[in-house]
């Protein structure tokens, strides 16, 4: 795709509680086009995003959108309708990998290594009793930034942390805690980059340890032996196909002791700041910020293009 006479409009912030972190995105990817002579604009997407997109005019959606309304599936909808190319996944990869109990069952199904869940109902949880065993992860069905998330490790802790996480959804999700290196595998199409490994100071990777400078050491690419770097891209390739990716996606696994990754998740629209873990792989790869922007946008399509 040429993109000299293209007129890009990158879709930041949005409605969801990622915003902030959205915008730190959307405003770097615009830098970087502008260092490229590309003509980018910023937009800010809110409930008259439809008629932001006819007043700008844009021709190709670099989508920076973090959480609800930007990775499921709804924007690429809409720009589904208006005929404007754009980046990453389709309707229903965004829709099927930002719901993470669906993403679950397609990666059970697939016999991709996971781990053990149960899904638990607002208005419902007193009829459920938690089978697996403790330590358990509970984390809200459809959220991101590792927002609403907690690590329960004893009984006590429970009822506060599915109260929280059914603050953020209608459905729960309660996966068994694997133990183990917490690694993010950036695709380039079906092609793994470098791994990198995420090692949160304070042994959670919650928000607070993503967004705050020194509160996590990356390693890039990861200490691993080829075994299990084989293993790990094996196992991200088969998560790539299963949910539909396209484009740049990051795929996240925890590799346990007996060296099997097991995926937590696709990230079909990865942070784009020069400190995130997407462009910290591609420069391993050998491609600089600027030029990964660029070679997303050459990625950007229509899903449902004859």
């Known amino acids: 795709m040429k993109l000299k006479d293209k007129i890009i409009g990158v879709l930041m912030g949005g409605l969801s509680s990622e915003r902030d972190v959205s915008i730190t995105s959307g405003n770097a990817v615009l830098e970087a086009l502008q260092r490229k002579g590309l003509k980018g604009i910023g937009i800010d997407v809110s409930n008259d995003i439809a ?47 930002y719901d993470k109990v669906k993403s679950k069952e397609i990666l059970k199904f697939n016999k991709i290594p996971t781990a053990d869940y149960q899904v638990f109902y607002r208005g419902k949880a007193e009829m459920q009793e938690l089978k697996l065993s403790l330590p358990v992860v509970v984390k809200p069905s459809n959220q991101g930034s590792s927002i609403g998330i907690t690590i329960v490790k004893k009984e006590k802790e429970w009822g506060a942390a599915l109260e929280l996480a059914f603050s953020y959804a209608k459905e729960v999700l309660v996966e068994k ?130």
């Not at 499921?72 to 965004?94: C, F, M, N, R, W």
């Not at 695709?187 to 020194?214: A, C, L, W």
């Open 51 to 97: 008629f932001s997109l006819v007043k700008n005019k844009i021709d190709i959606a670099f989508i920076a959108l973090h959480g609800l309304y930007g990775e499921d599936g709804t924007i690429q909808g809409l720009l589904e309708y208006s005929k404007i190319p754009y980046t990453g996944t389709g309707v229903l990869a965004s829709a099927l990998t």
């Open 177 to 306: 805690f694997i133990e183990g290196k917490l690694l993010a595998i950036g695709m380039n199409g079906e092609q793994p980059m470098p791994i990198v490994h995420i090692r949160p100071k304070s042994g959670f990777y919650d928000y607070e340890s993503k967004y705050t400078s020194g509160r996590t050491l990356y390693t890039c690419p990861a200490d691993l032996s080829k075994e299990d770097t084989k293993r790990c891209n094996d196992i991200s390739i088969k998560v790539y196909q299963a949910l539909r990716g396209n484009g740049m996606p990051r795929v996240d696994v925890i590799l346990d002791a007996n060296g099997v990754p097991n995926v937590l998740e696709m990230n079909t629209v990865p942070g784009m700041t020069q400190t995130s873990l997407l462009p910290m792989a591609a420069k391993q790869s050998g491609i600089e910020f600027d030029d990964l922007v660029v070679e997303i946008l050459k990625l950007a399509k229509l899903e449902f293009e004859e």
